[in-house]
C-alpha cells in the first residue's frame, strides 16, 4: 500500500471536518486532481516540486462554501431523543448523589438535581405529546457545528474538572506536601468529606455526555431518500 504524497494529505486536512457524503468525496478528489494537474505544469516549466506544492496550496480557498454542512432531519423525533437521553444522564447523577445527603453540600447538589430531574421530565413529556402528532416535521441541523459545540464542551469541562479537583487537594494536602509531611486521613469521615468535595464537581459530566449524545443522534434521525 503505497504512502500518501503531500497533497493528499493537504486534502485530507482540508475535508478532516466535513462529512463524508459522496457530494464531499466527488469534491475532496476534484480539489486533488487540480492540484496535481498544478504542481505537474509548474514541474514542466522548470520548477521543484516542494515549490510546486507550496504555491499550488497557496492558491487553494477555504472550501466551507462550496459544501453544505446542513442535514434535514426529523425534528421532534430528534428532540425526544435528546430530551429522553438528557432524563436519563440526569435521573443517574442524581442517584449518584443520594449518599452524599449526609453534607450540606451534598444534600443541596442532590436536591438541584432532583429539580433538574422534575423539569427536564416535563419537557420529555410534552415532547413526546408533539411527536405522537407530527412525527414527520422536518427541520435542518448543522453537523459540524454540532460536533465542534460537543468538542469544545468536552473541553470545557475537562478544565473545569481538572482545575476543581486539584484546587480541592491543594487545599487539603497542599501544607503536607510543602512541608514534607505524611499525607493523612483520619478517619472513614474524613475520607468521605473529601471524596464529597471531588465527586460533586465530576457529577457536571452529565453536560458533555449529553451533548455528546445530541451529536450522535442527528444522523439517526436523518431524512434518507428512501424515506
Known amino acids: 500500500m503505497r504512502s500518501k504524497n503531500d497533497l493528499e494529505l493537504f486534502v485530507d486536512r482540508l475535508f478532516a471536518n ?3 457524503t459522496k457530494a464531499v468525496i466527488d469534491l475532496r478528489n476534484e480539489v486533488l486532481s487540480n492540484l496535481e494537474a498544478k504542481v505537474t505544469d509548474y514541474m514542466q516549466n522548470g520548477m521543484e516540486y516542494q515549490q510546486a506544492v507550496c504555491i499550488a496550496i497557496e ?7 462550496l459544501i453544505d454542512d446542513h442535514l434535514t432531519i426529523y425534528m421532534n423525533r430528534y428532540r425526544y431523543d435528546v430530551a429522553q437521553s438528557t432524563l436519563l444522564y440526569t435521573l443517574l447523577a442524581w442517584i449518584f448523589t443520594i449518599p452524599l445527603r449526609l453534607m450540606p453540600v451534598g444534600m443541596l447538589a442532590n436536591n438541584v438535581l432532583i429539580l433538574l430531574v422534575v423539569a427536564v421530565g416535563i419537557i420529555f413529556f410534552l415532547i413526546s405529546r408533539i411527536v405522537k402528532e407530527d412525527s414527520n416535521r422536518t427541520g435542518t441541523m448543522n453537523v459540524v457545528k454540532a460536533k465542534k459545540l460537543s468538542g469544545i464542551t468536552w473541553i470545557v469541562w475537562g478544565i473545569y474538572a481538572s482545575v476543581i479537583t486539584a484546587f480541592t ?3 487539603r494536602f497542599g501544607s503536607d506536601l510543602w512541608f514534607g ?5 483520619n478517619g472513614p469521615y474524613a475520607l468521605y468529606v473529601i471524596v464529597l468535595e471531588l465527586a ?3 457529577v457536571t459530566v452529565i453536560i458533555p455526555m449529553a451533548a455528546y449524545k445530541a451529536d450522535r443522534l442527528i444522523k439517526k434521525h436523518e431524512v434518507t431518500e428512501h424515506e
Open 18 to 20: 466535513h462529512r463524508k
Open 59 to 65: 492558491d487553494i480557498e477555504a472550501i466551507d462554501n
Open 169 to 171: 487537594l491543594l487545599t
Open 181 to 185: 509531611r505524611t499525607i493523612e486521613i
Open 200 to 202: 460533586i464537581p465530576l
